[in-house]
């Protein structure tokens, strides 16, 4: 897609529909499901991308020891601090259990602090300490330099395009998930 007019969500209208890659035919959206390639597939396509994220993002921020999961709680902490671990799963689209491992390895880097919930004491609380706001101060123009990167093929126009089907797509499957996010 080169040029899009947008309506609700939708592209409509004076699109050019067309995918310049050799590895899909966008003639049939069979994805590849009786021929077996995986290029026509919009999982593995999601899949692969998510792998090269992760790539750019522990080259551009490998000097902050942390993965990308743990800096999306981290940033969820810094924005609100104290939330229970439950919460913060569902805002990083974390399961309780996964959320809590993640949190307690970000307590033993010195990065949270943890409390019991005095509202409700099975619950665990959590907040970012000084060294992770440091961290996150060091890594924040590399992290969104990661991003940059990830886009830069696309021109201005297709990555706002690209931003909004991808939010569309999660907003409308959002309930397929381990968990589901709280921001849909």
């Known amino acids: 897609m080169t040029t899009a ?3 609700n969500g939708s592209i409509t ?4 529909a067309s ?5 899909f035919d966008e003639s049939t959206l069979e994805f590849g499901l009786t021929s077996g390639d995986l290029w026509s597939r919009p999982g593995f ?5 998510h792998q090269i994220h992760c790539a750019l993002f522990f080259e551009e921020c490998k000097e902050g020891g942390i993965t990308p999961v743990q800096f999306a709680i981290l940033s969820v902490l810094a924005r609100e601090p104290w939330l229970d671990q439950t919460t913060v799963g569902y805002e990083v689209g974390l399961d309780r259990t996964t959320a809590a ?3 307690k390895r970000l307590e033993e880097k010195g990065l949270l602090n943890r409390r019991v919930n005095p509202l409700d004491r099975r619950s665990r609380q959590a907040a970012v300490t000084r060294k992770a706001q440091n961290i996150m101060a060091g890594l924040i123009e590399n992290v969104a330099r990661s991003q940059r990167r990830l886009l830069q093929p696309l021109s201005s126009e297709d990555q706002k395009v690209f931003m909004s089907l991808v939010i569309k797509l999660i ?4 309930q397929y998930g381990r968990t589901t996010l709280s921001a849909f």
Do not use: Q
Request: net charge negative.
């Open 19 to 23: 995918c310049s890659s050799k590895f």
């Open 5 to 7: 007019e947008t309506n």
């Open 45 to 49: 396509l999601v899949r692969r991308l």
């Open 171 to 174: 907003e409308s499957n959002n």
């Open 13 to 16: 209208g004076k699109e050019e």
């Open 101 to 103: 491992d993640v949190i």
